[in-house]
């Protein structure tokens, strides 16, 4: 069916702004949006309405329709686009569009402006327009781009310009602010968009063949895959490398599933919450092998320039001020989309021999033997990584998309739960880590791919931040089960302060509703669990349930985040001690 109805398209010239804006949605085949309302986007909305098939999803917040566009963008693979009115819309959106910048999402914001007219410019004076707000300058720091159009002929290139810019090289958000005279004005001598093709980073063989070379030489080599390996498609890859040359994978947290979580050479998730065979993997490793990953804090601690204690570094990136102002030294850099940078690495290394490293491998058996995941003593509570566990065992379905908050949990499931891309994917928000993404992203996930299993995890305060959403699941019927795993504490800060402070000030011992109940009047199913024994029954039952379910967990409150690396410690010496 043509997205286009022709016969109510305008028949006369000349084309007004809002016309202008869908045609560039129409060119790029966008089929749906996520808005949330206001005067100065309601001409875009007619049109698309009036015009088009394009479905517009209108969650409860701004937050909520930025949170769906983004796990939307995530499963689709394609440019999400979300709307919001000026004002208020624009600074609601602003912590969604921060979250696709620093992972990577590929966005493009329509921003309602007032009239030009009533725009405050360069004047001293603090507004002009009702709900103005100078939307270019307080997304500039969050964007790839944010343009102001304030001539309609320049409209249709700047929209082509967005949609490329969003998508090529590093994708991102990119904000068109829209003045509501060029969305409503007329024009019949629009500038025609320009064509525009990426040119990805020639892949530099002479630094492939180096790192071939190191690989073959290599006796204790790790790989730290991130979400540049999720975002090029290159785990058929990562795995073919990995797996003939022996050598062991950990992730980041946008990059689980790079490597499956079953596979025999993965370590899971590294950091200062990963696990502790990882760390000490990475440290004492010969070659450490980034591949589209930051080497954030998070993942390599406080002291990035004892990342490995004795050993070389690589790091394959396409951004190439990554590498050139990388946090942790260098030893090869590799300016190079990770898929084209894999697949020449691959090459490379046939004629190689495969070097034995089965002495490296057998000790990192021996770490994983000696320093298992810690999942509590079981009490009459369930612990949250029992309760993890347990949805993990249920779910076996082969499409699984997980979703979480910010917190302990957000740890506690890629620790958890098996991952295994494309099929066993997690989106979290990872350089942001903005609590309440959860729950939206789990909406827009599930509307990008209807037929898998979309199972959100979120702690009793991130589910807080937009709680708000699950009107939009009822509305839209979107079967997404929803485990609570509430303890009654905002616990990664709570841990953090009792850690350095001895208390937890705003923190611990928080009032929660009665989440099931809310979930009932909501129109969902709600189910609480409030103890171990029948714990994995009721989730069991719970989560074969057709249509969205809300699991209210009540866990173990007692239960801390560790082992953990702390700050001034190196990847070795993460810390067991909860007697803070
Ligand atoms: C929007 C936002 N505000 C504040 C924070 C700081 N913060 C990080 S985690 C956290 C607590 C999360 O609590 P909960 O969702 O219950 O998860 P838990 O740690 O208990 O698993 C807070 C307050 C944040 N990440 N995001």
Redesign the pocket.
Known sequence: MPLVQPEIRPAVQPVEGADLVLDAFLRHQVKHVFIFPGGTIAPILDRIEKRSKIEIVCPRTEQGAGYAALGYARMTGETAVFMVTSGPGVTNAVTPIADAYYDNIPLVVITGQVGTGDMRGDLPVRQRGFQEVDTVELMKPITKRAFLVKDIRELPDVMEQAFFLARSGRPGPVVVDLPMNVQRGACDDWRAPAKRTEVLPFVPQDKIETLAQWIAEAERPVVLAGGGVIAANAYQELRELADRFRIPVTMSMPGMGAYPSQGGLSLGLCGYAGSQYANLAMYKSDLLIGIGTTFHLRQTGSLPDKTVEKGRIARIDLDVNELRHSRVPLDLEINADAKAALTALNRALQAKPVPNNAAWLNRIEGWKATYPLLTGKPGKLPKPQAVIEAVNTAIRDSKVIVTT?????QVWVPRHFDFDAPSRTLLTSSGH????FDLPAAIGAKIAHPDSTVICF?????LQ?NIQELATVVERNLDIKIVV?D?H?????AQFQRQNWKSHPA?GDKYNPDFAAIALAYGIVGVSITAQDDMAKKLGSALKHKGPVLIHCHVDPEEDLLPMLLGGHTLDDMSHDSSF
């Open positions: 908050g910010v917190g302990q949990h880590g903005t609590m309440g979120v702690g009793d305060g991130s931040m795993l303890n504490a905002l616990s990664i800060v923190c």
